[in-house]
């Protein structure tokens, strides 16, 4: 952090000094094995402090801005030690343990907690007493510029720790099930820091430094933010001007006279990107949903009360009248109409939605989308709703940003939730997220390389291993293969992963669920993710890794492929390989017939007598079977590249 923002954090009257010990270090923790790990805190400038542990002191003075650290011996797994820190003041932290500290981030497929599992929640949560995994658990904060440290400690993982030491219905259940199955495979204690959140972007989780150095598409948006955090009144200004010059439906949509015969129909709820709508897939946008709605004539309406959830933000008019507006793709809205508003018979509903991170729209169960009557039963407004593309948010259209509670914006993230936890003694991190970068995937094969070294940097501690997970299917199929944004985001996973030095990746694209962005088999993810871990960084000899495509050769009207990781190559259901799909020079793809010749596939349409591509698994979601002899999928692949985002 900016030395000058340190100094006002230590001697300003107005804010309390920093803590003198780093909230990182509680009862409990685990300490990097191997490692000469930092303890650090925060005093009077030129104080000494000792840290004594296992019979050794050492010995720190802190700086001229009141910033010390110590550095412990070496130690290797295992143990239960204590930790006491003096100074003016004394601290002493007991059932410390070494092992191995794994970073878990993400958006909400790593937020994602082990009560929500869909069978066996509750099993799982009771059979978790394991004395050496501990917990630890950072608060979702956003900030506009790195903060030097946050509220978090260590729990024992208990059943009663984790169904609760979490932000969504227990702590990360990916995190669990990977520091589970290492630490029931490796016999050492397993540190799990949980920093994850919702519905997030990757440039939010990236340092202003690197993103400025090797994403500069974002420094616009990074040099609006700091304007608006600076005055709020000038970001209110400047995203009211981004509406009345971007938004097409500013001046009109929401009147109830306006014709909106042309528009699409979709149902509510429902994402805009499961449509099958072209203009609506697979981009960040801001699009407007109308409805008519009855009401009844015998009913007092005053006092009604609209109810949806909209995803990301909303501006709700009622019969032309603006209602309410809302941040925030998790906030239920609440929109009171006012006396007078509603009447009798028809009345119509415009809703403008921003959708700043895939996907979008109004969602929920089509109970939550309402009216609600005093003393009537509820008006449903589920169904059928009007929609129409506005305006689309890119790199070069992009919306005024401030930070406030909106967490999709670049670098409020690391600043808030990486930062203050380096240089902490780390093995690794695993990483969930992508999805809200849906419809950019050429500019996330750099991207998510600039957020890794971001955090290596911070961290100080090398090339440290960082373990993705590549996006789970989601979203109806469709009915005949092309393009699409998901396959391509899972394309730039890959290449991020060949991209950045000590990554790895494991793909869970087989155990999607159709109609949920959040599927309900986390222990999969888990265990394919510590199977990475396991052989790459601890240099087990073990198979870690699903079919990836080594080479394509056309043969008369087929197209035969290679494969690495393809021991015992077969289907997960003893039937024909699917998901394949081939094209001809004129660039049109049909599904193709596959069969499995020995480590081989090969496969031919007869649509495409002269085929030059093939691809596999391309599509936000579809039934996939081919998989390795350790029942580990293939990876999703295309041997073209025709048309990326």
């Not at 805009?272 to 009913?299: C, H, M, Y």
């Amino acid at each position: 952090m900016p030395i000058a923002v340190l100094a006002t954090l230590l001697f300003s009257q107005a804010t309390p000094p920093p803590p003198f010990v780093d909230p990182m270090f509680s009862d409990n923790m685990v300490l990097q094995r191997d490692k000469a790990d930092p303890i650090w805190g925060w005093t009077a400038p030129g104080t000494k402090v000792a840290v004594a542990i296992d019979g050794k002191t050492i010995s720190a003075t802190s700086d001229s801005f009141g910033r010390w650290m110590a550095k412990l011996p070496k130690f290797p797994a295992g143990g239960s030690y204590t930790v006491t820190v003096s100074g003016p003041v004394s601290a002493s932290f007991s059932n410390v343990t070494f092992g191995d500290v794994w970073i878990c981030s993400g958006q909400s497929n790593m937020e994602f907690g082990v009560g929500n599992l869909k069978d066996n929640g509750a099993d799982e949560i009771a059979a978790a007493n394991y004395p050496n995994i501990r917990l630890c658990r950072i608060p979702k904060v956003i900030s506009a510029s790195p903060i030097p440290y946050t509220q978090s400690s260590w729990q024992v993982c208990t059943p009663e720790n984790l169904a609760h030491d979490g932000d969504w219905n227990g702590f990360s259940a990916v995190a669990y099930f990977f520091g589970r199955k290492l630490h029931q495979d490796l016999n050492v204690p397993i540190g799990l820091i949980h920093t994850s959140w919702g519905g997030t972007i990757a440039e939010a989780w990236a340092s202003e430094e690197l993103l400025r150095k090797k994403n500069p598409e974002f420094d616009k948006q990074i040099d609006a933010m700091k304007v608006a955090s600076a005055s709020p009144d000038t970001f209110a200004k400047q995203l009211g001007d981004w509406y009345a010059k971007n938004d097409q439906g500013a001046e009109s949509w929401f009147d109830p006279k306006y014709d909106d015969s042309d528009w699409k129909t979709m149902q509510v709820p429902n994402f805009v990107q499961k449509t099958g709508i072209p203009e609506l897939n697979n981009q960040a946008s801001v699009f407007w949903l109308r409805r008519e709605f009855e009401l009844p004539t015998d009913s007092d309406l005053d006092g009604a009360v609209i109810h949806f959830t909209a995803d990301d933000d909303d501006s709700t008019w009622v019969n032309g009248t603006l209602v309410g507006s809302t941040r925030g793709y998790n906030v239920p809205r609440s929109y009171k109409a006012p006396a007078g508003l509603l009447h009798a018979g028809k009345n119509v509903i415009a809703v403008r939605v921003t959708d700043t991170s895939n996907p979008g729209g109004i969602w929920g169960d089509a109970s939550s989308v309402s009216i609600e009557i005093p003393n009537r039963p509820q008006v449903s407004l589920a169904g059928d709703w009007k929609v129409k593309l506005s305006t689309v948010i890119n790199d070069k259209n992009p919306m005024p940003t401030s930070v406030g509670d909106n967490p999709n914006v670049p670098t409020v993230l690391y600043n808030g939730m990486v930062y203050p936890l380096a240089p902490y003694g780390v093995k690794g991190a695993i990483w969930y997220q992508g999805e809200s970068n849906v419809g950019r995937a050429v500019q996330y094969q750099t991207l998510l390389p600039t957020m890794i070294q971001a955090w290596r940097d911070r961290f100080g501690q090398g090339e440290f291993p960082f373990l993705i997970v590549q996006l789970a299917g989601f979203m109806h199929p469709p009915a005949q293969p092309g393009d699409d944004g998901w396959a391509e985001l899972r394309e730039a996973q890959m290449i991020a992963s060949q991209k950045s030095p000590n990554a790895g990746i494991a793909t869970a694209v087989d155990i999607g669920e159709m109609d949920d962005i959040h599927p309900k088999n986390k222990q999969e993810v888990g265990r394919r993710l510590a199977l990475v871990a396991e052989a790459k960084v601890y240099r087990k000899d073990i198979e870690y890794s699903g079919p990836r495509l080594r080479g394509s050769e056309v043969v008369g009207n087929t197209i035969h492929l290679t494969f690495d990781h393809a021991a015992g190559l077969k289907t997960s259901d003893g039937q024909p390989p699917k998901g394949f799909a081939v094209a001809g020079d004129d660039h049109k793809w049909h599904w193709a017939d596959a069969k499995i010749d020995g480590g081989n596939v090969i496969v031919s349409s007869p649509d495409v007598p002269h085929p030059v591509a093939v691809r596999y698994g391309w599509a936000s979601f579809l039934d996939l079977n081919l998989q390795n002899g350790d029942g580990l999928p293939a990876f999703p692949f295309r041997t073209d590249n025709w048309k990326i985002n």
